[in-house]
């Protein structure tokens, strides 16, 4: 899926100004993958115009579902009977295509989806994913690169303990158990807020699910789910992406619609990096005086450190005052990109899953190819605080994630093109 597209970035702009935050695609993919589990016309609205959700779309339309996009409300239409078949052409581009697993056992008993791979930032298992259905009753096994699942007799709630608190383990789990019979738990579930928003989703189809945003989720099975109207939370990992660079630019931004409560650990870090964050009426504001301090981070599983914004915390301590250590805890290639960062000057060494950053006063633009879209973003933060010019090759990581990034950098203050 290379494309020539390139960002072109000529650095030194303090941006300064108002954005608006779209709804997020860690949720709405999630979202518009579990609209599988009724008949009928599902409406999901605040949905971001991002190339992940054409891709989610195509996916649904090849189930025999009729997506419609109107700005930013989608609806989508499911037949009575959907197919059973996820296609490597379409999971391949998308991870998140793995979601419709969960939903399509549940609905109609059967599920072939291909095996999404490995990708930029590491391996990404599905053992917990299968584990967890086997554990519900379906047979589950892997053959010519598809996951197949069967349940033809339908799934049974069932005690799950997940080792790791994986997302889209839980999301498939609990999309599956929303039609078990009898009572599911999951424990050690993930509490990222795009999984609230996704079980928020299903009891307002008719799920009963306890627990959302604890480490134990409690689901009782219904009989059937109904088609539903529903508005996908604000992307916390956009909002973030602006208040560090605000931070970084020593600027200041007002992103609209932001949620801080999603985002608490990463706004404390950016505190104490100097930031100046006050909460507006309708989200946040953040200002930046003076060079950021460094900061030493981890990444967990909410509420820690979000991994998405890995490449965002690097890019802010290469050009930070002082010496920090940073910790990647859920994916292990995510350090890859800190090559790409390193062309543009910036003093990191990586030991295993720890970087350690010495701030340099200045970066130096050089041409750096994006790997996947959060490090596409942490590069476009780098190249706006580097002396000259940067191009940012592969530009279409950064669209599967930022909607008009680059537009809306430029209202910002920036000097952002594309070619
Ligand atoms: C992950 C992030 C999520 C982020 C999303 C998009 C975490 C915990 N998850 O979700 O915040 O928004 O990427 O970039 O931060 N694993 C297994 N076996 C499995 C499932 C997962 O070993 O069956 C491992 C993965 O290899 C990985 C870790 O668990 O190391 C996290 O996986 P998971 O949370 O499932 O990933 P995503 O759902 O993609």
Not at 47 to 58: F, K, L, Q
Not at 130 to 140: N, Y
Not at 193 to 206: A, N, Q, R, T
Not at 328 to 344: A, D, G, I, P, Q
């Amino acid at each position: 899926m290379a494309s020539l597209d390139r960002f072109r970035v000529v650095g030194g702009a303090r941006l300064h100004g108002e954005v608006g935050v779209t709804g997020a695609k860690n949720s709405v993919l999630k979202l518009m993958a579990a609209s599988l589990l009724a008949s009928g016309t599902t409406t999901i609205t605040n949905v971001p115009e991002i190339a992940d959700v054409e891709i989610m779309s195509d996916l649904l339309t090849r189930l025999g579902c009729t997506v419609v996009h109107n700005g930013s409300t989608v609806t989508i239409d499911v037949p009575a009977q959907p197919g059973h078949r996820a296609d490597y052409d379409l999971v391949r581009k998308m991870r998140a295509s793995i979601n419709v697993l969960g939903p399509l056992v549940a609905r109609i008993g059967q599920a072939e989806v291909a095996l999404p791979g490995g990708d930029a930032i590491g391996s990404r298992g599905l053992d917990f994913h299968i584990k967890g259905l086997e554990t519900l009753g379906a047979k589950a096994h892997i053959e010519h690169g598809y996951v197949i699942a069967e349940a033809p007799h339908g799934l049974v709630g069932a005690a799950i303990e997940l080792d790791f608190p994986s997302v889209g383990a839980t999301e498939n789990i609990m999309t599956a158990a929303v039609l078990a019979t009898g009572v599911t738990t999951i424990d050690n579930a993930a509490r990222e807020p795009d999984l609230v928003d996704l079980g928020e989703f299903l009891i307002s189809m008719g799920a009963n699910i306890q627990g959302l945003g604890t480490p134990l989720i409690t689901i009782t099975g219904v009989a059937q789910l109904n088609p539903t109207t529903h508005a996908t939370i604000p992307d916390r990992i956009i909002t973030g992406t602006w208040a560090f660079a605000a931070a970084m630019t020593l600027g200041d931004i007002t992103i609209h619609g932001a949620r801080a409560k999603d985002l608490e650990l990463p706004l404390e870090k950016l505190a104490s990096a100097g930031a100046i964050i006050t909460t507006t009426a309708d989200g946040i504001r953040v200002r930046m005086d003076s060079r950021p301090q460094a900061i030493d981070v981890s990444t967990l599983p909410y509420p820690g450190f979000p991994t998405d914004l890995l490449p965002m915390v690097i890019a802010l301590n290469s050009i930070a005052d002082g010496h920090s250590l940073v910790t990647e805890n859920v994916f292990e290639s995510r350090f890859m990109f800190v090559n790409e960062l390193s062309r543009l000057g910036a003093q990191i060494s990586v030991d295993g899953h720890h970087a350690s950053i010495d701030g340099v006063a200045e970066l130096s633009g050089a041409p750096v190819e994006a790997t996947d879209i959060r490090a596409g973003a942490g590069l476009i933060l780098a190249a706006l605080v580097s002396d000259g010019e940067t191009t940012i090759d592969q530009a279409f990581h950064v669209d599967r994630g930022y909607p008009n990034f680059a537009e809306q950098l430029c209202s910002l203050g920036a000097k952002v093109s594309r070619e």
